[in-house]
């Protein structure tokens, strides 16, 4: 199965606030490979930051819309992406990583595979684990008169 597709996920995902950065070891891919199949990820790659309805996105990206509504409910459904009712009709949009797919993955099943490799391997390469900084601060605080 070719890389190509998890890569472009995961360029999309580094767009999005907090990230997903590249990782010397490209444990991100492998990560991206067991939260999508092929033609999820390519339609997650589709999507944009803000809601549309499976019209609006076979429309907009010349996809067929036949079977696009379910298609997309069911990646809602396991967390890959986001929706919600907007005047009485389902809309979808991208979902973050951290605050979104995997968040959703540690809900849904709090010991699976994707939370062990996550946190062994990616989390360790780019965000602060037990109190191990990473060279990429994830966030900043100021005193209200503006010390740190």
Same mark, same amino acid.
């Given at each position: ?6 890569? =472009? ?19 991100? !891919? =492998?990560?991206?490979? =067991? ?23 076979? &429309? ?17 459904? &396991? ?39 996550? &946190?062994? &391997? ?6 602060? !684990? ?13 005193? !209200?008169?503006?010390?740190?």
């Amino acid at each position: 199965m070719s890389n190509e597709v998890y890569q =472009k996920v995961a360029e999309v995902l580094n767009t999005l606030p907090n990230g997903f950065p590249p990782t010397e070891s490209g444990v991100e !891919i =492998k990560l991206l490979k =067991k939260v999508f199949e092929p033609d999820e990820a390519e339609l997650f790659c589709k999507l944009k930051l803000n809601y549309e309805t499976a019209e609006q996105i076979a &429309r907009r990206s010349a996809i067929p819309a036949e079977g696009l509504s379910e298609k997309l409910e069911s990646m809602w459904g &396991r967390g890959q992406i986001e929706s919600r009712e907007e005047g009485g009709k389902r809309v979808f949009r991208l979902a973050p990583w951290v605050v979104g797919i995997y968040r959703c993955y540690e809900l849904i099943d709090p010991f699976n595979h994707l939370r062990t490799v996550c &946190r062994s &391997r990616f989390a360790e390469e780019k965000f602060e !684990i037990e109190g191990r900084p990473s060279s990429t601060p994830s966030s900043r605080v100021d005193g !209200i008169d503006g010390s740190p």
